[in-house]
């Protein structure tokens, strides 16, 4: 079933890139971060199935999961991290793709991360 969201990144991608938190956050982040695994796992199923709001759903409680897990590094990033959260998880609901688009791009910039273009 199509529908008209589109998330700004592949789900699939962080997945893949899921285990370099793991350097970053500690080893006492394992927990965690196969809790987010598992959920961004069960949001691409959601989407592949056509259930918007699920995935939406499990796209921003992983993110909720992210950003206590970084809690612990740095409180004040943290919060920032949730209010984000909140903010994409909005424009997800609401179907903004140029909101979710930008808070992903402030996310990506904070978190020091890059996009890979394809050759």
């Known amino acids: 079933?199509?529908?008209?969201?589109?998330?700004?990144?592949?789900l699939n991608a962080l997945l893949?890139?899921?285990p370099e938190l793991a350097i970053v956050l500690g080893p006492?982040?394992?927990p965690g971060l196969l809790a987010v695994q598992k959920l961004l796992q069960e949001a691409v199923a959601a989407r592949a199935a056509g259930d918007v709001p699920k995935?939406?759903?499990?796209?921003?409680?992983?993110m909720d999961t992210l950003s206590q897990l970084a809690d612990g590094l740095d409180p004040?990033?943290?919060?920032?991290?949730?209010?984000?959260s909140a903010q994409f998880?909005?424009?997800?609901?609401?179907?903004?793709?140029?909101?979710?688009?930008?808070?992903?791009?402030?996310?990506?910039?904070r978190s020091g991360a890059t996009i890979k273009k394809k050759p």
């Open 1 to 10: 079933m199509a529908h008209e969201h589109s998330y700004p990144e592949s």
């Open 16 to 18: 893949t890139r899921l």
């Open 28 to 30: 006492q982040s394992k």
């Open 55 to 62: 995935a939406t759903s499990k796209i921003g409680t992983a």
């Open 76 to 84: 004040q990033e943290a919060a920032l991290m949730r209010m984000l």
């Open 89 to 109: 998880r909005q424009a997800l609901t609401m179907g903004d793709t140029s909101e979710t688009q930008r808070v992903s791009d402030v996310m990506r910039k």
